[in-house]
């Protein structure tokens, strides 16, 4: 069977703890799409991790950790995340990388730096791990496949025509050093010795799993409201975060994911630029920021602080229908417990019309929240295991959401440790 776990917002819902959790019940798990430029982070026996581009199963001896042909890879933060988590103890994980998966390359993080200099004010609040010059290159057919590190003179011939094209941009765009083949090809030289052993034709891996009943799960990364179709368009990711995707990006049949449980997060939070109708600031928005997540809200990459909000109906409901979701897994509900009362956004007034359907960003720009405040429980929900041990006013907060959504919520989590979930 194979299972997606994905984010219905912005990113940032705790899926990493989701996939951790999932993790005990799958054999393999797949990073199918994006780099190293978001952070899942997991708190379990071994402590607390901010993983970047393993999955979030590698936790476990049971499980075999594939990074999809989907995925942005970046083969010195592969390896310094390996060994970050084996020097704390954790066993060293079972690892797969496709043959067809794309390298990140240093001249990618360059551009990405270069690029937002000289955005300036208008920039799109990259975290400037290299992925949108990476995607670019992927569609133009530029980019460097594990598969090519294998045959050195073709690879030497692509260098060079990488280093024609881009350095016309350093020298007249950018005014900064242009690429030199000798030492792009002295660095290709190097992934290769790194990432050779683990090299696999992973979709024929997946094929014969499949075969045997294994149990496969799909991690994505981000939210659907940073997919770059069906998002917030310009301010969005360069690969696509949906669960749909997670069937290129690992390169599975469609038709066989069959549960796709999609993270949404008890508030809103959002990192980067970008429309966010319910968004909060001041005193109010710190308040939540410092309360949130595990050790407050921000970027596990960037460790940027995070904008704040109250829960978006509208933008949730929109991210769980584009992912396909046949389950929620509500995160972050414990930090609510000090409120008096808890907004949540229903609708969205444009031009003076009310709608509940999320509309393209231009539309995006205009709209206003519609709040309905529902009462606050006011007490801490934490070692709670049984729904119905949960106050009233908490179960009314889960039950309205559910409504809106019009998917089941069938895990609550209230607390950063594996274990501290709720079971519908």
Request: contains cysteine; aromatic residues 8%.
């Amino acid at each position: 069977m194979v299972s997606a776990v994905v984010g219905a917002n912005w990113g940032d819902e705790g899926k990493g703890k989701i996939t951790d959790m999932l993790g005990e019940e799958s054999d393999i798990i797949v990073r199918f799409q994006g780099g190293s430029n978001a952070g899942h982070t997991i708190v379990n026996d071994y402590g607390k991790f901010a993983l970047h581009i393993l999955p979030s199963g590698v936790f476990y001896d049971h499980t075999t950790s594939i990074i999809g042909n989907g995925v942005a890879l970046n083969i010195p933060d592969l390896f310094d995340e390996i060994k970050g988590i084996v020097d704390r103890g954790v066993p060293m994980p079972k690892i797969k990388v496709s043959d067809r998966a794309q390298i990140v390359m240093p001249y990618h993080i360059l551009f990405d730096q270069y690029e937002e200099e000289r955005l300036a004010g208008k920039s799109f609040g990259s975290t400037k791990s290299g992925i949108a010059p990476f995607y670019s290159d992927k569609y133009g057919k530029t980019g460097i496949q594990v598969s090519e590190l294998f045959d050195e003179d073709a690879l030497r011939e692509k260098v060079q025509g990488i280093c024609e094209q881009k350095n016309v941009l350093l020298e007249h765009l950018y005014h900064k050093p242009v690429l030199d083949v000798e030492e792009l090809m002295a660095t290709l030289k190097e992934y290769r010795k790194m990432v050779e052993p683990y090299v696999c034709d992973v979709s024929a891996y997946l094929f014969e799993a499949r075969q045997q009943g294994k149990n496969i799960l799909l991690e994505g990364q981000l939210g659907s409201l940073k997919d770059p179709d069906h998002g917030i368009y310009p301010m969005v990711t360069s690969s696509s975060t949906l669960a749909g995707y997670g069937a290129v990006g690992a390169g599975v049949p469609p038709y066989e994911i069959k549960r796709i449980v999609t993270v949404v997060k008890a508030y809103s939070s959002a990192v980067g630029a970008g429309e966010f109708v319910s968004e909060i600031f001041g005193e109010e928005a710190d308040e939540l920021r410092r309360r949130g997540g595990d050790g407050g809200e921000y970027g596990a990459t960037t460790g940027r602080p995070r904008r704040m909000g109250w829960f978006d109906a509208v933008a949730s409901r929109y991210g769980c229908r584009v992912q396909g979701a046949t389950e929620v897994a509500l995160t972050v509900l414990d930090v609510l417990g000090y409120l008096d009362e808890l907004p949540i956004c229903v609708g969205y007034e444009i031009d003076g019309t009310i709608t509940k359907d999320f509309p393209t960003t231009s539309q995006l720009k205009k709209a206003k929240p519609v709040y309905e405040v529902l009462p606050g429980w006011k007490t801490d929900i934490r070692g709670i295991t049984e729904y119905d041990k949960l106050p009233e006013n908490c179960r009314k907060y889960i039950e309205f959401i559910e409504k809106e959504l019009g998917v089941p919520v069938k895990m609550i989590s209230n607390g950063p440790g594996r274990h501290e979930i709720i079971h519908r």
